[in-house]
């Protein structure tokens, strides 16, 4: 069966009878009028049918804790809209924490993960009452324990652990092989274990956390992990005597960002880990497991585009031609970070549809601030809107002000509404944190 995370575009994308795309029953034509460009904008019906697919496809398994990794995108209004949805929430910061608490989000329903989550960080998520912390080195299960006991709390934790598992994902992006950054080698958890059960005793363990990569494609590598995790769950409980339930297996699953890409489906994912589970619990004789996943991009990346506004553009003789959108890097620095590409339309109807290869360029003050190499369309000429597809994962949550550019704004639509869920920044939000010491007036 076909999922949402398999679409190119939001899967309400239509052309209308204007010939301009539609999205949720805007018209982007219309959506760029009244909001401008950059203008980021979610589909609230794909957003949601990921999240059904989601829970559809692991029905069949009733000890399943879905949670969402908030650093794909982190809004009050995607937050809110995913705890609708029944998702828990994966956060990595004091930020993200505090945008799901202030979005109405169940605490207990949230995991705080990282490599070096701070003093503050872990004290708030303590006030807060988050429900795990995903228990990353030595050093963070001692500081946990000094604030737990300074809070006369008792904290339930899993402890994160790099499973030594390789997946064929850009090297930034891989997480879980052996000499990552991240977790427990697994040759450490023991020591993990002893110091847990010796001396701090205010840390109570339920389980284990890994997470091997993003944008993965393969699916026995959620088969190997799950493997590896219960394996590791039988042998602590013959060793300690110590039962570990809960097992978070990450995130990952990969999206559709161009016609070449083929992601498997939720379904496929999920029968993948549901097997894998089944056979490793017989082969280790242990219970099952409470699973949990905590998938970002295949979550929110298809629901969401980016729109833009053509302005200058460049023939280089006898080399390539550039078009320039009134944004790039700053609201989307996937493409220049990881060489990640994407598909894009032009949103408006163009009476002359016959096809030329055009460099986008961003317009950052960067030769590498370029949005798309060689693609495809019609003929572009200034005041076109270029709907670049699949931007709802790690384009607004990695955005940053250079060139003291502001970010946009992101709308979300829905049955022919739309409504804004973040402001455009303005100049003055741009000044606002800035001081001029006195002697320097
Ligand atoms: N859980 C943990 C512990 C993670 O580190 C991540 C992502 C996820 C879950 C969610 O993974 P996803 O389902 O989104 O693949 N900025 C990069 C992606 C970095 C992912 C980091 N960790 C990009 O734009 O491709």
Redesign the pocket.
């Known amino acids: 069966m076909e999922s949402t995370n398999q679409s190119l575009r939001p899967i309400t994308t239509k052309l209308n009878d204007l010939g301009n795309i539609e999205i949720g029953g805007c018209d982007v034509i219309d959506l760029v009028e009244q909001y401008g460009t950059p203008l980021y904008v979610i589909d609230e019906t794909t957003l949601r049918s990921v999240c059904r697919d989601y829970k559809k496809a692991f029905e069949k398994y009733d000890k399943m804790n879905m949670m969402f990794?908030s650093?794909?995108l982190c809004t009050m209004a995607t937050s809110a809209i995913l705890h609708q949805e029944g998702f828990g929430f994966?956060v990595?910061s004091g930020g993200e924490m505090y945008t799901v608490y202030k979005a109405g989000v169940d605490m207990k329903r949230v995991v705080f993960?990282g490599n070096n989550k701070s003093y503050d960080e872990l004290s708030l998520a303590l006030e807060l009452g988050v429900g795990r912390i995903s228990v990353d080195n030595f050093f963070e299960l001692a500081l946990l324990d000094e604030i737990a006991k300074a809070q006369n709390k008792t904290v339930d934790i899993l402890l994160r652990i790099a499973p030594g598992i390789e997946c064929h994902t850009?090297e930034?992006?891989q997480?879980g092989h052996l000499d990552s950054k991240?977790g427990f080698d697994l040759t450490q958890i023991d020591e993990a274990i002893e110091l847990i059960i010796n001396n701090y005793t205010n840390l109570r363990p339920h389980g284990l956390?890994a997470?091997i990569?993003?944008?993965?494609f393969e699916t026995k590598v959620y088969h190997d992990e799950i493997e590896i995790f219960v394996r590791e769950i039988a042998r602590i409980k013959e060793k300690y005597n110590l039962v570990f339930d809960e097992i978070n297996i990450?995130?990952?699953?990969g999206v559709k960002y161009t016609e070449e890409d083929c992601p498997p489906s939720t379904f496929e994912i999920a029968d993948v880990i549901i097997n894998s589970l089944t056979e490793s619990v017989k082969k280790y004789g242990t219970d099952f497991p409470t699973i949990f996943i905590?998938?970002?991009?295949?979550i929110v990346s298809t629901s969401g585009v980016t729109l833009y506004t053509i302005g200058s553009s460049k023939q280089v003789p006898n080399g390539k031609r550039y078009v320039a959108i009134d944004g790039g890097m700053s609201d989307n620095p996937?493409p220049s970070?990881?060489q990640?590409r994407y598909h894009a339309e032009v949103g408006n109807k163009k009476e002359d549809v016959s096809l030329q290869t055009v460099t986008i360029a961003g317009r950052f003050c960067e030769s590498g601030d370029i949005l798309i190499k060689d693609i495809q369309l019609p003929e572009l000429a200034e005041g076109d809107v270029l709907c670049v597809y699949n931007t709802g994962?790690?384009n607004y949550s990695?955005a940053s002000n250079y060139n003291r550019v502001q970010k946009p704004q992101m709308v979300i639509v829905n049955n022919s509404k739309s409504d804004i869920i973040v402001n455009r920044e303005t100049l003055d939000d741009l000044i606002s944190h800035d001081r001029i010491p006195d002697r320097l007036k």
């Not at 990450?250 to 699953?253: F, I, P, Q, T």
């Not at 905590?294 to 295949?298: I, L, N, V, Y």
């Open positions: 990794a650093k794909a994966d990595v993960n850009h930034y992006i997480t991240f956390h997470h990569g993003s944008q993965i990450g995130g990952g699953l905590e998938p970002g991009r295949s996937r970070m990881y990640a994962a790690y990695m």
